[in-house]
């Protein structure tokens, strides 16, 4: 397999996935994000308990006082075992809090505690104000474990590495080599047709990659963990590898997603939003599905014309519509939750 150094093809994929979720966490609104598009859940929901409900929410309490407070050994205590191992050491994790939030007068709300239905977890969504002009910022929940009496934090959400970034700035680690795998078709054997044949990879092969990634102590990261070590220094593991799959075919729900899971790695598809739902292509219950299991993703414009040749408008259109397309994946999962926990036991609701 050929893995090659990927700066330049990093600084590409820059370009072409500017309208990642990361970036669209940015709120910049006075509306909480449980009320809008910006939460995304790691798993479907359900009510939780009270009791547990009350537990999660003064574990996220503690965990933004501390943060807020710029408690670093506070809050690295709270962490789960794996998650500090991911996030490297205290000091390495403090100085990418610090780089990344500054020294604003930060504040938090969180929304309502909800727990897994498949897994103990219980995640929070939570609100960002940065106190400056970056102003309130959204993004992945966080997750909390089980841990005795109370709770861990497996997922740091906001602050952790797959948070938002707020604009432009200089990078910090402008020269990072992080193997980047594109992928585009999946089949059981190569078609014949050599256009075709070059774009695709057969199912044996993505496993015996997998395969070899593991054998070779490769850890999968996201594009939103690439650029939070690209401009704020986050810690990433000693070998990652970032899995990308172009454009959103069907055959990768079918035939890459099953191997992904079974290996333990993520990867972050490049959605053409106009394409979903579209016969060849990805449906929305499957990005939804994917999503809730951790798999990244990012708009690819709607329709995949020439952004190059495009007018302002039909540019800003095609990132824009996208970006929010990738959003309401999040939006309707959250909506589908609020309305089960108001609806009566067993009623399902399907937005
Ligand atoms: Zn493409």
């Known amino acids: 397999m050929?893995?090659?150094?990927?700066?330049?093809?990093?600084?590409?994929?820059?370009?072409?996935?500017?309208?990642?979720?990361?970036?669209?966490?940015?709120?910049?609104?006075?509306?909480?994000?449980?009320?809008?598009?910006?939460?995304?859940?790691?798993?479907?929901?359900?009510?939780?308990?009270?009791?547990?409900?009350?537990?999660?929410?003064?574990?996220?309490?503690?965990?933004?006082?501390?943060?807020?407070?710029?408690?670093?050994?506070?809050?690295?205590?709270?962490?789960?075992?794996?998650?500090?191992?991911?996030?490297?050491?205290?000091?390495?994790?403090?100085?990418?809090?610090?780089?990344?939030?500054?020294?604003?007068?930060?504040?938090?709300?969180?929304?309502?505690?909800?727990?897994?239905?498949?897994?103990?977890?219980?995640?929070?969504?939570?609100?960002?104000?940065?106190?400056?002009?970056?102003?309130?910022?959204?993004?992945?929940?966080?997750?909390?474990?089980?841990?005795?009496?109370?709770?861990?934090?497996?997922?740091?959400?906001?602050?952790?590495?797959?948070?938002?970034?707020?604009?432009?700035?200089?990078?910090?680690?402008?020269?990072?080599?992080?193997?980047?795998?594109?992928?585009?078709?999946?089949?059981?054997?190569?078609?014949?047709?050599?256009?075709?044949?070059?774009?695709s990879v057969t199912t044996s092969a993505f496993g015996d990659q997998l395969e070899w990634l593991t054998a070779n102590g490769y850890t999968s990261i996201s594009v939103a963990e690439l650029y939070n070590a690209f401009y704020y220094d986050l810690p990433l593991p000693a070998k990652p590898v970032i899995l990308v799959f172009d454009d959103g075919y069907s055959e990768v729900y079918q035939l890459a997603f099953p191997l992904l899971k079974q290996h333990g790695f993520g990867a972050t598809i490049a959605t053409i939003t106009g394409a979903v739902d579209h016969p060849s292509y990805l449906t929305w219950d499957q990005v939804k599905e994917m999503s809730d299991s951790g798999i990244e993703f990012v708009s690819h414009s709607v329709t995949h014309g020439n952004l190059a040749a495009m007018s302002r408008d039909d540019l800003r259109k095609e990132l824009g519509d996208s970006r929010k397309a990738v959003l309401r994946i999040s939006l309707r999962r959250a909506v589908r939750e609020r309305l089960r926990r108001r609806s009566p036991a067993g009623a399902r609701c399907s937005a």
């Open 2 to 199: 050929n893995l090659r150094a990927a700066r330049a093809t990093f600084r590409l994929l820059a370009l072409a996935l500017l309208t990642t979720a990361f970036l669209a966490g940015c709120v910049n609104s006075d509306t909480p994000p449980w009320t809008g598009p910006a939460q995304s859940p790691k798993t479907g929901a359900s009510a939780s308990s009270d009791e547990q409900s009350q537990e999660a929410r003064k574990t996220a309490t503690r965990f933004l006082r501390s943060f807020v407070d710029r408690d670093f050994d506070g809050l690295w205590g709270m962490l789960r075992g794996d998650t500090q191992a991911r996030l490297g050491n205290k000091e390495a994790f403090g100085g990418f809090l610090q780089r990344k939030f500054g020294s604003g007068d930060l504040s938090y709300e969180l929304g309502d505690p909800q727990s897994s239905s498949q897994s103990a977890a219980v995640s929070v969504p939570i609100t960002l104000d940065l106190g400056d002009s970056r102003g309130r910022v959204a993004g992945p929940p966080l997750v909390l474990v089980p841990q005795g009496e109370s709770f861990a934090v497996s997922d740091t959400g906001p602050l952790g590495p797959r948070g938002p970034l707020f604009g432009s700035l200089a990078a910090v680690r402008p020269e990072l080599d992080v193997p980047i795998l594109i992928y585009h078709h999946f089949a059981p054997d190569l078609p014949t047709d050599p256009v075709q044949a070059s774009i």
